[in-house]
């Protein structure tokens, strides 16, 4: 039980620092807002409506490889083969997402794409480490 616990935990742990990596990668390449933007609400849905195609590649690619990351190391972790754990992150992860878009409006496409990263690709990352 401590091993599924753990894999749990290390699995959140890794995908939130994944993607923070990616997503500061993705800032310096299509540059990141500036603080005071961070404590306006307005300014920040301005930031994001004005984010390129590019930077919303590099967002969802980040919830990817982050869920796949965390899916895998939960696997090696626990040693466990129920799919149980990448259910419970995947879900988290897209808690998170819907809570996301309720504060910051997103095109469309990357509204839908974004529900569609964490279930799979944590599945994919727990089934990887078989």
Same mark, same amino acid.
């Given at each position: 039980?401590?091993?599924?616990?753990?894999?749990?935990?290390?699995?959140?742990?890794?995908?939130?620092?994944?993607?923070?990596?990616?997503?500061?990668?993705?800032?310096?390449?299509?540059?990141?807002?500036?603080?005071?933007?961070?404590?306006?609400?307005? %300014?920040?849905?301005?930031?994001?409506? &004005?984010? /390129?195609?590019?930077?919303? =590649?590099?967002?969802?690619?980040? $919830?990817?490889?982050?869920?796949?990351?965390?899916?895998?190391?939960?696997?090696?972790?626990?040693?466990?083969?129920?799919?149980?754990?990448?259910?419970?992150?995947?879900?988290?992860?897209?808690?998170?997402? %819907?809570?996301?878009?309720?504060?910051? &409006?997103? /095109?469309?496409?990357?509204? =839908?794409?974004?529900?569609?990263? $964490?279930?799979?690709?944590?599945?994919?990352?727990?089934?990887?480490?078989?």
């Amino acid at each position: 039980m401590l091993r599924k616990i753990l894999g749990l935990i290390a699995g959140f742990v890794v995908f939130v620092v994944v993607v923070t990596v990616v997503q500061v990668i993705n800032g310096l390449i299509f540059g990141m807002p500036k603080p005071e933007t961070l404590n306006s609400p307005e %300014a920040m849905q301005a930031y994001v409506t &004005s984010m /390129p195609v590019g930077a919303f =590649i590099g967002l969802l690619v980040s $919830y990817i490889v982050g869920s796949f990351c965390s899916g895998y190391l939960m696997k090696v972790i626990s040693k466990w083969d129920s799919m149980l754990l990448p259910l419970v992150m995947g879900l988290i992860g897209t808690c998170g997402w %819907a809570y996301t878009i309720t504060q910051l &409006s997103h /095109p469309i496409w990357v509204t =839908i794409a974004g529900f569609l990263c $964490y279930l799979p690709f944590t599945f994919l990352g727990y089934r990887a480490a078989k």
